[in-house]
């Protein structure tokens, strides 16, 4: 992508990527904060965030020898972008801004689109994505979106749908620092809880967070969702609707039964609030898993969403598998761009190789 000079859009605070990162206060608003402190350093699962590792690559990047090669080998590449909630409206107004000036925005029905008929998509496109699909979506996200007339896909778990819920990491998190116990976790440190739980096969993940429910001294906040009304708003106004399974657990700790349940369940809800069936999924925790695949194929989905932190290629090989960038609404404009060419990705992995 060219070089333009930019300056860092502030340091709000950073949006929970996954949303999984601790809730572990007393009400709802200390909750939020203390998430959002949180967030500052991990990201998914409480692992460290790839937009603020402590020990990441920073915003100097941008200046690197190589960004002008990176940039360049993007222009021939898919970018698809993986947010979450949107904390910050401005700021993610300002990436819009910079990925009009510097990209081509497409749809989902584009990049269908371009599978079907096998051509590539135009050079610098980028597909904006959402995963879980909180309120943010449709507060903070659409109206940002809809003034640039940009598309965007969000990927929702049903089972969540018309509810208060919270999703059930948070939950977890929140119930093990009031007093939750359950069997499979004992002996662990807090901090350790949610990787714990998702190493666990589904039924006792499951069975873990009854356990920590009944025997919590508090329940956790409640957490105002997306209704089917409001998933038509966001169709209306350029926001495709994608399957993201009823419970997002880990598909790799599931059964085939669960698998299959898992997806055909929400694409069932879907189909039924939209009036006709997603045909795009993404996978919970972002790993492929082939069980999956074969069902969505089964299905008739055209495309499936990883959450590898990769560039893909214009015309997508393998369209159950594309790869997706992870990025935060509050990431800097100049860690947004070397993500946006790969560089950060790129380096990230070399430096995990370094570091094995």
């Given at each position: 992508m060219?070089?333009?000079?930019?300056?860092?859009?502030?340091?709000?605070?950073?949006?929970?990527?996954?949303?999984?990162?601790?809730?572990?206060?007393q009400?709802?608003?200390?909750?939020?904060?203390?998430?959002?402190q949180?967030?500052?350093?991990?990201?998914?699962?409480?692992?460290?965030?790839?937009?603020?590792h402590?020990?990441?690559?920073?915003?100097?990047?941008?200046?690197?020898?190589?960004?002008?090669l990176?940039?360049?080998?993007?222009?021939?590449?898919?970018?698809?972008?993986?947010?979450?909630?949107?904390?910050?409206?401005?700021?993610?107004?300002?990436?819009?801004?910079?990925?009009?000036?510097?990209?081509?925005?497409?749809?989902?029905?584009?990049?269908?689109r371009?599978?079907?008929?096998?051509?590539?998509?135009?050079?610098?496109?980028?597909?904006?994505?959402?995963?879980?699909?909180?309120r943010?979506?449709?507060?903070?996200?659409?109206?940002?979106?809809?003034?640039?007339?940009?598309?965007?896909?969000?990927?929702?778990?049903?089972?969540?749908?018309?509810?208060?819920?919270?999703?059930?990491?948070?939950?977890?998190?929140?119930?093990?620092?009031?007093?939750?116990?359950?069997?499979?976790?004992?002996?662990?440190?807090?901090?350790?809880l949610?990787?714990?739980l998702?190493?666990?096969?589904?039924?006792?993940?499951?069975?873990?967070?009854?356990?920590?429910?009944?025997?919590?001294?508090?329940?956790?906040?409640?957490?105002e969702?997306?209704?089917?009304?409001?998933?038509?708003?966001?169709?209306?106004?350029?926001?495709?609707?994608?399957?993201?399974?009823?419970?997002?657990?880990?598909?790799?700790?599931?059964?085939?039964?669960?698998?299959?349940?898992?997806?055909?369940?929400?694409?069932?809800?879907?189909?039924?609030?939209?009036?006709?069936?997603?045909?795009?999924?993404a996978?919970?925790?972002?790993?492929?898993?082939?069980?999956?695949?074969?069902?969505?194929?089964?299905?008739?989905?055209?495309?499936?969403?990883?959450?590898?932190?990769?560039?893909?290629?214009?015309?997508?090989?393998?369209?159950?598998?594309?790869?997706?960038?992870?990025?935060?609404?509050?990431?800097?404009?100049?860690?947004?761009?070397?993500?946006?060419?790969?560089?950060?990705p790129?380096?990230?992995r070399w430096?995990?190789?370094?570091?094995?």
């Amino acid at each position: 992508m060219p070089h333009t000079e930019s300056t860092t859009v502030g340091t709000p605070p950073v949006e929970n990527h996954h949303a999984h990162d601790r809730v572990h206060t007393q009400d709802a608003p200390e909750a939020q904060r203390t998430t959002t402190q949180r967030s500052r350093t991990t990201g998914r699962h409480g692992a460290p965030s790839a937009h603020a590792h402590p020990d990441g690559p920073g915003d100097w990047l941008r200046f690197a020898p190589v960004q002008p090669l990176f940039r360049a080998r993007a222009a021939q590449r898919l970018a698809v972008l993986a947010y979450h909630g949107v904390t910050d409206p401005r700021s993610f107004g300002a990436q819009l801004d910079r990925l009009r000036r510097l990209a081509t925005p497409v749809s989902l029905e584009a990049v269908q689109r371009a599978v079907a008929e096998q051509r590539p998509l135009p050079a610098r496109s980028v597909l904006i994505t959402f995963d879980d699909a909180d309120r943010s979506v449709l507060t903070h996200a659409l109206p940002e979106l809809t003034a640039r007339r940009i598309p965007a896909a969000a990927f929702v778990i049903s089972e969540l749908i018309g509810t208060d819920r919270p999703f059930w990491w948070h939950e977890a998190d929140f119930l093990a620092r009031h007093g939750g116990r359950a069997r499979s976790l004992a002996g662990g440190h807090p901090a350790g809880l949610l990787p714990r739980l998702k190493a666990l096969p589904d039924p006792d993940r499951r069975r873990s967070l009854h356990e920590l429910r009944v025997s919590a001294r508090r329940r956790p906040p409640c957490q105002e969702q997306l209704t089917p009304e409001d998933l038509r708003a966001l169709r209306a106004g350029g926001v495709a609707i994608g399957n993201h399974t009823q419970g997002h657990p880990c598909l790799g700790r599931c059964d085939d039964a669960t698998v299959r349940t898992e997806i055909t369940g929400a694409h069932e809800a879907l189909t039924r609030w939209l009036g006709e069936p997603p045909s795009a999924f993404a996978y919970p925790d972002g790993g492929h898993d082939p069980r999956a695949e074969a069902v969505l194929s089964e299905l008739g989905y055209r495309l499936g969403f990883l959450s590898d932190h990769r560039l893909g290629p214009r015309l997508p090989e393998h369209p159950l598998q594309i790869s997706r960038l992870q990025v935060d609404s509050t990431t800097s404009t100049r860690r947004f761009d070397t993500i946006l060419s790969g560089l950060e990705p790129a380096y990230r992995r070399w430096r995990g190789r370094a570091v094995a």
